[in-house]
């Protein structure tokens, strides 16, 4: 086991961050931890990483103590923290030399490790780090926090502001990392990505809601969900909160996604309901769910 979590609290005076958290992480496992701002991913992870002390609970990683034993916590793994935080006066070589001496390695010692991030950012290794795009920057930060080939990797929201081409790009490079033993903990408040996880932990206001694998939690889930749109939206949406045996109405991309508590619920019930509304143009059909439905139910 290579992360244990058991009862994990943490307030900020009258602020409850994390609630009587718990959870377990095996191995080479990928774990998200999803859920929006202010849910207490960060907090979670300062506490795992050994710079907050828990008000109660235990907390473990590589079976090491996060508050007793945090020196060898520290020189066990990697922390890309959701802020950039790398020094942007020095260089990108400079940079990775710099934290591959504090932890008293080399890059040539561990290049093998980070080779295929490194040599999309090589190109550039003369270039001062606050003068990267967002994707190089996230790039840079993995690097160093894999340059002394750490056995457990805390990656606190790291794809948070940048393209879709970059996001795609990293959880690429972190299946592979996955695939060499590494154990990481991710968090994002992006459900697409909650997919790309071997399991991952819900997280609202400081609670866990559910723990399983992506496909698990999609499955357990019993409501039949429509897509409903019309020619006129914002109406739609209040006009469908006002239907009498609604269970819940929120907006989906292009579409309104609706619930109905009724076992029995016809669609074209609503339809007519609709027009009488004075709808036109409706659609209402099933709709393929996903995890952000099942996080907004719970």
Partial sequence: MSIKVKNISKSYQQLVAVDNVSFDIDQGELFGLIGPDGAGKTTLFRILTTLLLPDQGVASVLNLDVVKEYKGIRSSVGYMPGKFSLYQDLTVEE?????????????????????????????????RAGALSGGMKQKLALCCALIHAPKVLFLDEPTTGVDPVSRKEFWQMLRRLKEKGITILVSTP?????????????????????????????????????????????????????????????????????????????????????????????????????????FMDL
């Fill in 190 to 294: 992006y459900m697409d990505e909650a997919a790309l996880c071997d399991r991952i932990a819900l997280i609202q206001k400081g609670r866990i809601l559910k723990i399983d694998s992506p496909k698990a939690i999609i499955s357990d889930y019993d409501k039949i969900i429509y897509d409903v749109t019309s020619n006129k939206t914002h109406e739609l949406i209040l006009d469908l909160k006002k239907y009498p045996s609604q269970y819940s109405v929120f907006a989906f991309g292009e579409y309104i996604h609706y619930i109905d508590q009724n076992p029995n619920f016809n669609p074209e019930d609503l339809r007519l309901y609709l027009k009488h509304k004075r709808h036109s143009e409706i659609l209402i059909e099933v709709a393929r769910t996903t995890i952000e439905d099942v």
């Fill in 95 to 127: 940079n990775l030399n710099f934290f591959a001496t504090i932890f008293g390695t080399t890059l040539t010692e561990n290049y093998d490790l980070i080779k295929d991030i490194y040599i999309q950012i090589e190109p550039f290794k003369n270039r």
